[in-house]
């Protein structure tokens, strides 16, 4: 079975810390995506990432880092929070090519106080 | 901006076959319709993708019309737990890091 894991369901965190949300994918997958999702606007692409060390902004990559060291791993770094990154983060997968699925992780929703 | 347009809301009753239409009009032809759900609070789940034929697998059965510009989701036999957003989003074949642009969907709701 297709497995997208997402390090923690629910988090809270303070304004300007830093915040570290980890996805995990075990389909030996190439391309990794980071959306947030917000009522009314749908998802929104954060960053992706088509191979180690590479990465490639989204649509709203301000306010946010990744790093992919390992293929199966795939990063998303808020480096100091704000309230309006309050959101539900989804992490997706998939292979590179021809009519390829994106696989979500069950998401983790974020809360800055 | 999305490709697709869906009515914003349906009602089914348990049991019942649960059809849920798109419109995509302006698909060209090397893109694929694709099916996702989201039940609340969770990540979306993928359902089923065609191109042209139709396809059939133990989720759900995707009908295209022959000009490819609507397609229709049918759930056989809705359960409960088929309460949810369903999105229908067109993806160009070649998936070359292209994000999928998830528009409103429609929100079914499967009634006992």
């Known amino acids: 079975d297709v497995k997208v894991t997402q390090s923690s369901r629910y988090l809270v965190k303070r304004t300007g810390e830093k915040v570290f949300l980890e996805c995990v994918q075990d389909?030996?997958?190439?391309?990794m995506f980071w959306y947030r999702q917000d009522p009314g606007l749908g998802l929104r692409l954060i960053y992706f990432?088509?191979?180690?060390?590479?990465?490639e902004k989204g649509d709203i990559p301000e306010g946010y880092s990744v790093s992919r060291e390992k293929k199966e791993r795939f990063s998303l770094i808020l480096e100091s929070a704000s309230t309006n990154q309050t959101s539900m983060y989804l992490c997706?997968?998939?292979?590179?090519?021809?009519?390829?699925?994106?696989?979500f992780g069950p998401g983790t929703r974020l809360l800055v106080l | 901006d999305a490709k697709t347009t869906q009515p914003p809301s349906m009602d089914c009753a348990e049991g019942r076959a649960a059809n849920l239409p798109c419109n995509h009009s302006?698909?060209?032809?090397?893109?694929?319709v694709y099916w996702y759900r989201q039940i609340h609070s969770q990540g979306p789940q993928y359902i089923i993708h065609g191109l042209k034929n139709n396809e059939t697998n133990e989720m759900a059965s995707l009908i295209i019309t022959e000009d490819r510009k609507s397609s229709t989701l049918i759930l056989p036999h809705a359960t409960l737990r088929d309460t949810a957003v369903y999105y229908c989003i067109v993806q160009p074949s070649d998936n070359y890091g292209q994000n999928f642009v998830f528009g409103p969907g429609t929100r079914l709701s499967v009634l006992p």
């Open positions: 990432s088509y191979d180690v060390k590479m990465k």
């Open positions: 302006t698909i060209s032809g090397n893109e694929y």
């Open positions: 389909m030996d997958h190439e391309n």
């Open positions: 997706a997968s998939s292979f590179v090519g021809t009519q390829e699925t994106q696989y």
